[in-house]
């Protein structure tokens, strides 16, 4: 198959989508530029606070993005390109790109509230707690996963002390980003800049970063860095978000531009074809079959429940109009999309007919490399570029989780039913600074003591976290008086791919334990959060069914 026509093919499916379905959807749910948001009516100068379009941008879809529509379109490739192709293009189109923007616009219309809030509003406070307890369990599992891998990505040396300059080098820019981006956040914040012009500082100060940090490599060991990336998401959480993140962020989103602008321009000049199979079969790996599976393991790009997180955590909070809102929260997924299907184009050509070998960045890397070469950019800078862009995305997601996971743990011990004056306890609980090292203290321990152990009931919980969002967004709809019908089938079908997905996993594991081939300490603990998981949807797709059955109130 010829790769321009699948990527010609995706990126005229998602333009229209944009332009016909996301603003139907803007229609039917009200979207109304002249409404205040909260990032005027409750601007902090801290967590809320009017933002430029591409700004926010630029943070929003570096936090969305990560690596996550890199690694999860190649590992599904097993699959055949076919349905991974489809997943990526109907999934973003009407599933995921409904879900960031849903969660966005529900969030702005209460006070850049967490979709934890909003499910309170239908389910009651009981509701409101198994979500947030829920989705801090799964930002604490993130943030350790995410510091153990950036700490990894930033090793200055092999095993036998050798150094590992590519490393080191996505290290030192990773680090010189962070300085340059806080100068940058300075000079928007009391300079009055065009678009073009801040676009413009920006890109060249990218350029200089990379240049940088391929000419200064910081070799480090990995306990130092872990040190290092926990005290730096510790700062970032409690930092002013135009000090840092805003700026940072938006430097970050021209790496991301770029690495598809290379992929895209690459593809057209080279003309590959793809030589991964159409379809391979309905179980090509044992205990791998198409369903659930391929739903679980593609779900950047597709759907992702973090997304959810990130539009009613940060981006909610920043979002200087309700216009804004459909090319941020809609527009965003289906850059996202656009990712994955030059990931999905970039492992069909590499794999020419042999088994994958390294892991999914490396394999996109060189896969674009490759093509990029034939427009004469030397691969191995195509190569070291791709990859300092991956480890500094990695890093945007981990110290975005880590604000989230702060104002996860904040909201539920700020309830709107207690009445009086809140005790010391729950002042100390709900400070900045305690929130924050309670959150990276417990992704320490996990990093620390084998995250690992339940790291594959990630994939399930996070799309859990997605179909409970689109619950929560559809309730609200309905009580407001706007139409959610949209909302009914990617709720219905994430439930029952996730639940179909518990239930093999606890499953699986039971037969081990039977086999006498499981240790209770991984095996025993994806059993019992598994099962613990499965109870959780199931009693909120009830109470939300129950709720969704009744008739709608008046429009706000």
Same mark, same amino acid.
């Given at each position: 198959?010829?790769?321009?026509?699948?990527?010609?093919?995706?990126?005229?499916?998602?333009?229209?989508?944009?332009?016909?379905?996301?603003?139907?959807?803007?229609?039917?749910?009200?979207?109304?530029?002249?409404?205040?948001?909260?990032?005027?009516?409750?601007?902090?100068?801290?967590?809320?606070?009017?933002?430029?379009?591409?700004?926010?941008?630029?943070?929003?879809?570096?936090?969305?993005?990560?690596?996550?529509?890199?690694?999860?379109?190649?590992?599904?490739?097993?699959?055949?390109?076919? /349905? !991974?192709?489809?997943?990526?293009?109907? %999934?973003? +189109? *009407?599933?995921?790109? @409904?879900?960031?923007?849903?969660? =966005?616009?529900?969030?702005?219309?209460?006070?850049?509230?967490s979709i934890g809030v909003i499910i309170q509003q239908t389910l009651g406070i009981s509701g409101k707690?198994?979500?947030?307890?829920?989705?801090?369990?799964?930002?604490?599992?993130?943030?350790?996963?995410?510091?153990?891998?950036?700490?990894?990505?930033?090793?200055?040396?092999?095993?036998?002390?050798?150094?590992?300059?590519?490393?080191?080098?996505?290290?030192?820019?990773?680090?010189?980003?962070?300085?340059?981006?806080?100068?940058?956040?300075?000079?928007?914040?009391?300079?009055?800049?065009?678009?073009?012009?801040?676009?413009?500082?920006?890109?060249?100060?990218?350029?200089?970063?990379?240049?940088?940090?391929?000419?200064?490599?910081?070799?480090?060991?990995? /306990? !130092?860095?872990?040190?290092?990336?926990? %005290?730096? +998401? *510790?700062?970032?959480? @409690?930092?002013?978000?135009?000090? =840092?993140?805003?700026?940072?962020?938006?430097?970050?989103?021209?790496?991301?531009?770029?690495?598809?602008?290379?992929?895209?321009?690459?593809?057209?000049?080279?003309?590959?074809?793809?030589?991964?199979?159409?379809?391979?079969?309905?179980?090509?790996?044992?205990?791998?079959?198409?369903?659930?599976?391929?739903?679980?393991?593609?779900?950047?790009?597709?759907?992702?429940?973090?997304?959810?997180?990130?539009?009613?955590?940060?981006?909610?909070?920043?979002?200087?109009?309700?216009?804004?809102?459909?090319?941020?929260?809609?527009?965003?997924?289906?850059?996202?999309?656009?990712?994955?299907?030059?990931?999905?184009?970039?492992?069909?050509?590499?794999?020419?007919?042999?088994?994958?070998?390294?892991?999914?960045?490396?394999?996109?890397?060189?896969?674009?490399?490759?093509?990029?070469?034939?427009?004469?950019?030397?691969?191995?800078?195509?190569?070291?570029?791709?990859?300092?862009?991956?480890?500094?995305?990695?890093?945007?997601?981990?110290?975005?989780?880590?604000?989230?996971?702060?104002?996860?743990?904040?909201?539920?011990?700020?309830?709107?039913?207690?009445?009086?004056?809140?005790?010391?306890?729950?002042?100390?609980?709900?400070?900045?600074?305690?929130?924050?090292?309670?959150?990276?203290?417990?992704?320490?321990?996990?990093?620390?003591?084998?995250?690992?152990?339940?790291?594959?009931?990630?994939?399930?919980?996070?799309?859990?976290?997605?179909?409970?969002?689109?619950?929560?967004?559809?309730?609200?709809?309905?009580?407001?008086?706007?139409?959610?019908?949209?909302?009914?089938?990617?709720?219905?079908?994430?439930?029952?791919?996730?639940?179909?997905?518990?239930?093999?996993?606890?499953?699986?594991?039971?037969?081990?334990?039977?086999?006498?081939?499981?240790?209770?300490?991984?095996?025993?603990?994806?059993?019992?959060?598994?099962?613990?998981?499965?109870?959780?949807?199931?009693?909120?797709?009830?109470?939300?069914?129950?709720?969704?059955?009744?008739?709608?109130?008046?429009?706000?």
């Open positions: 198959m010829n790769a321009i026509v699948i990527l010609l093919l995706a990126l005229v499916l998602l333009a229209i989508a944009y332009i016909c379905y996301g603003s139907w959807l803007a229609r039917q749910w009200g979207i109304d530029p002249t409404k205040p948001t909260p990032a005027h009516t409750m601007r902090d100068g801290i967590d809320y606070i009017p933002t430029k379009a591409p700004v926010l941008m630029g943070h929003h879809f570096a936090s969305i993005a990560g690596a996550g529509p890199i690694n999860g379109p190649i590992m599904a490739a097993v699959f055949g390109w076919v /349905p !991974v192709f489809l997943w990526l293009i109907i %999934g973003g +189109i *009407f599933i995921g790109a @409904v879900h960031d923007f849903s969660s =966005l616009f529900a969030s702005v219309r209460n006070k850049g509230q707690r198994l979500f947030i307890i829920f989705s801090w369990l799964t930002l604490v599992l993130v943030v350790a996963a995410f510091a153990d891998i950036v700490a990894s990505t930033f090793v200055g040396f092999t095993k036998d002390g050798a150094q590992l300059t590519p490393n080191a080098s996505a290290a030192s820019t990773s680090i010189i980003f962070v300085f340059v981006a806080i100068i940058f956040g300075l000079i928007l914040s009391r300079i009055s800049q065009s678009t073009v012009k801040s676009c413009a500082l920006g890109i060249a100060l990218v350029v200089l970063c990379v240049w940088l940090g391929m000419k200064f490599p910081i070799y480090l060991t990995k /306990p !130092v860095w872990m040190y290092i990336v926990l %005290g730096y +998401i *510790f700062v970032a959480s @409690v930092t002013p978000v135009w000090i =840092l993140l805003q700026p940072r962020d938006f430097l970050n989103s021209f790496l991301l531009y770029a690495m598809m602008i290379m992929a895209v321009v690459g593809i057209i000049a080279s003309n590959p074809t793809i030589s991964l199979p159409a379809f391979t079969s309905w179980e090509p790996i044992p205990g791998w079959t198409l369903f659930p599976i391929l739903f679980i393991t593609i779900a950047c790009g597709s759907i992702s429940g973090f997304h959810s997180l990130i539009s009613s955590g940060t981006t909610a909070k920043q979002l200087d109009s309700e216009a804004d809102a459909k090319p941020i929260g809609y527009g965003a997924m289906l850059i996202e999309t656009s990712l994955a299907v030059t990931a999905l184009i970039a492992v069909g050509v590499y794999v020419n007919g042999s088994k994958l070998t390294g892991t999914p960045p490396m394999i996109f890397a060189n896969g674009v490399a490759n093509f990029v070469a034939t427009v004469g950019m030397p691969r191995d800078v195509a190569y070291t570029v791709l990859i300092l862009a991956i480890a500094s995305f990695a890093l945007t997601s981990l110290d975005t989780a880590t604000r989230l996971g702060r104002y996860m743990f904040q909201e539920f011990f700020t309830l709107d039913e207690a009445k009086g004056e809140p005790s010391a306890l729950r002042k100390l609980l709900v400070n900045n600074y305690v929130s924050t090292a309670i959150t990276v203290g417990f992704g320490f321990l996990l990093a620390t003591n084998g995250y690992q152990n339940i790291w594959p009931l990630f994939g399930s919980a996070n799309q859990l976290l997605a179909a409970l969002a689109l619950l929560g967004v559809s309730l609200w709809l309905g009580k407001v008086g706007r139409n959610n019908k949209m909302l009914f089938i990617p709720t219905a079908f994430m439930l029952f791919a996730t639940l179909t997905a518990l239930a093999m996993s606890v499953y699986g594991n039971v037969q081990r334990f039977a086999a006498g081939t499981a240790k209770f300490e991984s095996h025993g603990l994806q059993i019992i959060f598994g099962v613990l998981l499965f109870v959780l949807a199931v009693v909120l797709a009830v109470n939300g069914a129950k709720k969704l059955m009744e008739p709608k109130g008046s429009s706000n």
